[in-house]
Nanobody, 121 residues
Framework: VQLVESGGGLVQAGGSLRLSCAAS????????MGWYRQAPGKQRELVAA???????NYADSVKGRFTISRDNAKNTVYLQMNSLKPEDTAVYYC????????????????WGQGTQVTVSS
């Protein structure tokens, strides 16, 4: 399984970025996918997940600002991030093969290498 993220970068507060994650080595259409992030000195946290049916699940901190989507024809999952805040600064990781083990609690089968998102104030 290989997950390759792209789209990170530096943006001013209030700006937007779109992250992409291209997956290979899995049957993408039946696989739940997600995005996590880890800020310096903090634990990795769920940002958003999307199941095989396209139903999303968001962390409260990003609801109304971020949108997760998937294109099964391209084996790609996206994270559209709008109204970015400095507290969104983190390394963002794509996660594949999510298994829900509790309320918004998942176990991931595979991880991407991460992409840095930096939001300046």
């Amino acid at each position: 399984v290989q997950l390759v993220e792209s789209g990170g970068g530096l943006v001013q507060a209030g700006g937007s970025l779109r992250l992409s994650c291209a997956a290979s080595g899995i049957i993408f259409s039946i696989t739940a996918m997600g995005w996590y992030r880890q800020a310096p000195g903090k634990q990795r946290e769920l940002v958003a997940a999307i199941n095989s049916g396209g139903i999303p699940n968001y962390a409260d901190s990003v609801k109304g600002r971020f949108t997760i989507s998937r294109d099964n024809a391209k084996n790609t999952v996206y994270l559209q991030m709008n109204s970015l805040k400095p507290e969104d600064t983190a390394v963002y990781y794509c996660a594949g093969g999510l298994l829900e083990v509790g309320d918004s609690d998942y176990v991931a089968g595979s991880w991407g290498q991460g992409t840095q998102v930096t939001v300046s104030s």
